[in-house]
């Protein structure tokens, strides 16, 4: 229900005529500039009596509901001129996509300070119908917005933005440049305010240190004011983010970690002062700051370790795909995405991603950007029109000028979209919500036994004991256990060659009990295998053809038939090409209608015994007329076998394979049977047949994790509980997948998934550990034997161990290989 703007101000109204109603700072009359009144409220300046406005013309006003400080002052502000925006090279460089009916573009905003901010620039299409959808990367301040070209401008989005309080940060220069964000300033001053206050008055305090007689009261006591007027900062700015959580928390009745944590430090700064003003004590005023200090020095270093993780997954461990780069003299070669740079020339084949922006140079685009919008509606694009990273070609194959390098963190950012997202896996995440909920009613409830058993007997260890139980409880281990240690162990892998989607996926692994294997792509390699053709003679010509189409596919037996038959020399252009998944390949080479593909495809309703037929084939027809078969003698992965025991020891196993079951005396003794004889293997799948074959697995309460190449087994890949892609040489890149193996590194599988394991067991090591501190430490504070600054110091300690402890270990745990074979190793 939205809440009318006349009862969302949380001050009384006596005192709204000393704050701004909008972002709640004093309205300074002295300064020569008026209260601007509207609707019986009361604003600094222009400014935000027109965000007001805007927020109530829209029925937006619970945005004040959310936060103690909810708007950003735009006092003294000088209204921004964005024509510049209207520039087309100009707004280009700031879309991340566009298809000339809606784009989507990322802004950093550094004004994101609280959930206020989150939920009013994630209702902004209720402010401009034009914008579509708005996604908040809270800890990144960052917000993706993808908006109507018809209804809303670039520069009108902008500038919504900045009439709101939030305008975005935008620096041309540095568009292409993957810079670390640095710790956000503000922390950064807020420590250094705790920090001068804690060293001056833990100075200040020495005659209290010293006991010195009372002879010089009058010494401690100008001291005692002194060390005030240094406290009163540190707890209102230093320590404010955790009176403001604790509000919002005691409005929204959502316990939280900031409530015992601002309780201590107001129990703690109104006891000192009390005691400094009366001349019973000397007060606790450095406890105080040494509390607040070694809070922020955690926060601190949760945000440099958060940062390094983000990092390196954005912009130094690249999805293990490749792309094919044109040479200058009209070669080829695969080349990872981290060396891709613009102003290359890339070839794009149907089903693969385009990994940057880039001109279309050659062929017929037609791009499905389903990656990008959400929509599957391929869109038509003629030569020299620009290109999108995200977009799939559905076509033939074509050629891309790159104008931007590979930006890793936004394809991440794609792949982590809710539109890929599977259902909402319940795991240590989970639990962790659950601690997190019912950790702050515990303190709450011991801190208050404490102070209830020790009043009557001292009340000064009544209040000691009091505040030292809010301090020491630390629930951190289920706040910062889960994602640091996890997020440790996504980075380590990403740079081992297994690149995972999210946190969430190695919680997922740790329960599967079913894994299905495709063969071809998968099991098998499209290096070192042998060709042989059996058929009517072709051509130089036709051999010329036949490379020609199977250029345009990404299906791993496409690849090797154009790499031998493009020996020929010659290279042909193709019209009109069509790709069946699962089935095979047509188009028209010059005269001649080219078909590739099963034998079903080019020779339907004609049924033969193939049973001793031991290998797969690729069978051709030119001008409707069937001209033979390529057979394929199937080269398996390094060590493959010793994969496959490594699953048949731990999971069922299962393959599923588009071939025939030329190869199925081969391959029963290496997967044995499951159960009582159950049958593991399956032939002859289309990707309707694999994608049921899952469905029906989980039908029987079966958690499958499945590996596939993406090609034929897309469908397959999304349906199951983990779905790995088994990348080679290629930019077969599906967004239904939850991981991506670099296929170099496929005999490592065992030790990756192993490790993922080995992360979830330190995830419960780390709570164990922030059990035992939590037990320890709340014994002694509620005997009354731990002082408060000990407590002060302890509790961000606790913190620290705990991020420590799962980033160290998952690092020593992490799977070892030599530099040199590294994916991103440089010689």
């Known amino acids: 229900m939205t809440l009318s703007p006349s009862l969302s101000l949380a001050v009384p109204v006596e005192k709204s005529e000393a704050v ?14 008026q209260a601007v009144k509207f609707d019986d409220k009361v604003f600094c300046c222009e400014g935000c009596k027109t965000v007001f406005e805007i927020l109530n013309a829209n029925d937006l006003c619970a945005f004040y509901d959310l936060d103690q400080r909810p708007g950003i002052s735009l006092k003294g502000r000088r209204q921004a001129h964005y024509a510049w925006l209207d520039e087309p090279d100009l707004r280009d460089k700031l ?24 939920w009013l620039l994630e209702n902004l299409y209720k402010l401009s119908p034009g914008i579509k959808s708005s996604k908040v990367n809270f800890l990144k301040k960052e917000v993706y917005i993808t908006f109507a070209n ?30 670390k964000k640095p710790v956000a300033k503000r922390l950064i001053y807020q420590l250094g305010l705790a920090g001068f206050a804690f060293g001056n008055i833990m100075l200040l305090s020495f005659p209290e240190y010293l006991g010195l007689d009372a002879s010089d009261n009058w010494f401690r006591q100008l001291f005692g ?102 040479l200058p003299g009209g070669g080829e070669e695969a080349s990872s995405l981290d060396s891709l740079r613009a102003g290359d020339t890339i070839l794009v084949r149907h089903g693969e991603l385009i990994p940057a922006d880039g001109i279309l140079t050659k062929g017929n685009a037609r791009v499905d950007y389903s990656f990008v919008t959400g929509e599957a509606e391929p869109v038509d694009r003629n030569l020299n029109e620009k290109l999108y990273a995200g977009g799939r070609q559905v076509a033939e194959a074509i050629e891309i000028v790159l104008t931007k390098k590979v930006s890793q963190s936004y394809l991440t950012q794609l792949w982590n979209d809710d539109t890929f997202k599977k259902e909402k896996l319940e795991g240590t995440s989970r639990l962790a919500d659950q601690v997190s909920r019912w950790f702050t009613l515990i303190v709450l409830t011991v801190a208050f036994g404490t102070l209830a058993y020790w009043w009557p007997k001292d009340v ?34 990403a740079r081992l060659g297994f690149y995972i989607k999210n946190t969430n996926v190695i919680e997922a692994l740790h329960g599967v009990k079913t894994v299905v294997f495709d063969k071809t792509g998968t099991l098998t390699s499209s290096n070192g295998n042998g060709i042989a053709y059996l058929g009517e003679t072709l051509t130089k010509t036709e051999q010329a053809g036949v490379s020609a189409l199977a250029r345009q596919s990404s299906h791993p037996l496409s690849r090797q038939l154009a790499a031998l038959e493009s020996q020929s020399g010659v290279k042909l252009a193709v019209e009109n090409f069509e790709e069946k998944t699962g089935q095979g390949i047509e188009g028209r080479v010059g005269e001649d209608l080219l078909r590739l593909g099963s ?19 690729v069978y051709l027809e030119i001008n409707g007329k069937p001209r033979g078969h390529f057979i394929f003698n199937h080269h398996y992965r390094q060590q493959v076998w010793d994969v496959l025991a490594w699953f048949r020891q731990r999971y069922k196993v299962f393959l599923l394979s588009g071939d025939n079951e030329g190869e199925q005396h081969y391959l029963a003794p290496k997967f044995g049977a499951n159960g009582q004889g159950e049958k593991c293997l399956f032939f002859n799948q289309s990707p309707h047949d694999k994608l049921a074959f899952v469905k029906n697995l989980q039908s029987e309460s079966q958690k499958v994790l499945m590996l596939g190449d993406g090609l ?23 967004p239904a997948c939850d991981a991506i193996l670099d296929a170099r590194y496929f005999s490592k599988l065992p030790a990756f998934l192993a490790f993922a394991k080995k992360s979830i067991h330190v995830v419960y090591a780390g709570w164990a550990l922030a ?22 110091i302890l509790m961000p300690l606790s913190s620290l161990t705990i991020v420590l402890f799962g980033t160290g270990l998952t690092t020593l745990l992490a799977p070892k290989m030599p530099k040199t074979l590294l994916p991103n190793h440089k010689p």
């Open 599 to 617: 034998r079903s495809f080019i020779l339907p309703g004609r049924e033969e015994n193939l049973s001793e037929e031991k290998k797969s084939g």
């Open 225 to 326: 004011y002194l060390n005030i007027l240094l406290a009163t900062p540190v707890v209102f700015y230093s320590g404010g983010d955790y009176l403001k959580g604790a509000w919002h928390s005691l409005r929204t009745w959502s316990p939280g970690i900031d409530i015992p944590l601002a309780l201590g430090i107001t129990v703690l700064y109104a006891r000192s002062v009390f005691e400094i003003i009366t001349s019973t004590g000397g007060g606790y005023l450095d406890s105080l700051a040494g509390l607040v200090f070694f809070l922020l020095i955690g926060k601190w270093f949760q945000q440099v370790t958060y940062h390094r993780i983000s990092f390196d997954r954005d912009y130094r461990s690249y999805f293990p795909v490749s792309a094919t780069r044109i």
């Open 95 to 118: 879309l991340n996509f566009s298809d000339g009916k809606q784009s989507r573009t990322t802004f950093y905003l550094p004004q994101i300070h609280c959930a206020s901010c989150l």
């Open 20 to 33: 701004c109603y909008h972002c709640r700072l004093p309205i300074d009359d002295g300064s020569g500039v």
């Open 771 to 792: 059990v035992v501190y939590n037990v320890v430490g709340l014994s002694f504070a509620t005997q009354g034997n731990l002082s408060p600054v000990v407590a002060a």
């Open 150 to 179: 018809e209804t809303v401008s670039l520069r009108q989005v902008v500038e919504l933005l900045a009439s709101i309080g939030y305008a975005p940060e935008i620096n041309l220069g540095s568009l292409d440049q993957a810079v």
């Open 712 to 734: 034929n087994d897309a469908g397959a890949l999304r349906q199951s509980d983990i779905g790995i892609a088994v990348s080679e040489d290629t930019n077969n890149f599906t």
């Open 460 to 493: 000064q260890v009544a209040i000691n004991a009091f505040t030292a139980v809010l301090i020491i409880a630390c629930p951190c281990a289920a706040a910062l256990n889960v994602p640091f240690t996890l997020g440790n162990a996504v980075r380590i892998l």
